[in-house]
């Protein structure tokens, strides 16, 4: 008994159907649509992260005239959103200081003068768009102690550690226009006072 071996049965190849392709199309168009949701997404978040922008700067002003004289140690908001304190450390020489008084006696005066001080770690500094905003974090009106001040300027260094409402955070620098971006702020160091 001979049986014929089985005959290959061929398939008839397929062809792509209008339905297969419109349908190809519309997930290839859902997937497009899809990266650029994500895309106009992720650009809505910088855009809003931009339009609050804190960005501090540390600076002074310094007058040694006839009638008036003085020093003031002043913090700006130059961004356009509020700018959250979290730490400042300011030292002289390398040295940290806790507050003014210290700074006042490292720089040698025994002397107490009349003194405004602004105490602004852990505050929310506003951005000074369309209004004046600078914190003046020492107000010295005595001419000997504002010379002193005046005369130690480059053997200090302050840093401000602040953030954006979006945790965004930077370090701003004593007489340095630029601020560095961080992670967060730090919370170990000798933390300055005022």
Not at 33 to 47: H, K, P, V, Y
Not at 51 to 77: M, R
């Amino acid at each position: 008994m001979n049986e014929a071996a089985p005959e290959a049965v061929s398939k008839p190849a397929r062809r792509l159907s209008a339905a297969d392709i419109s349908s190809g199309l519309a997930l290839a168009v859902s997937v497009f649509a899809l990266a650029i949701g994500t895309w106009q997404t992720r650009l809505m978040q910088s855009q809003s992260r931009a339009s609050v922008w804190p960005y501090l700067s540390i600076g002074y002003t310094y007058t040694n005239g006839a009638e008036t004289n003085g020093f003031i140690w002043t913090i700006d908001n130059n961004g356009v959103g509020p700018a959250l304190v979290q730490s400042t450390t300011l030292s002289l020489d390398g040295k940290p200081m806790r507050n003014w008084d210290e700074v006042l006696t490292a720089l040698g005066t025994a002397k107490r003068t009349n003194m405004a001080t602004t105490s602004f770690a852990g505050s929310v500094i506003p951005p000074n768009t369309n209004r004046e905003t600078t914190v003046a974090a020492i107000r010295v009106d005595d001419r000997e102690i504002a010379g002193l001040l005046k005369g130690a300027i480059e053997r200090f260094r302050m840093d401000i550690c602040y953030c954006s409402i979006y945790d965004d955070c930077w370090v701003a620098h004593w007489q340095n226009w630029r601020a560095d971006a961080v992670d967060r702020c730090p919370a170990e160091g000798v933390q300055f006072e005022q």
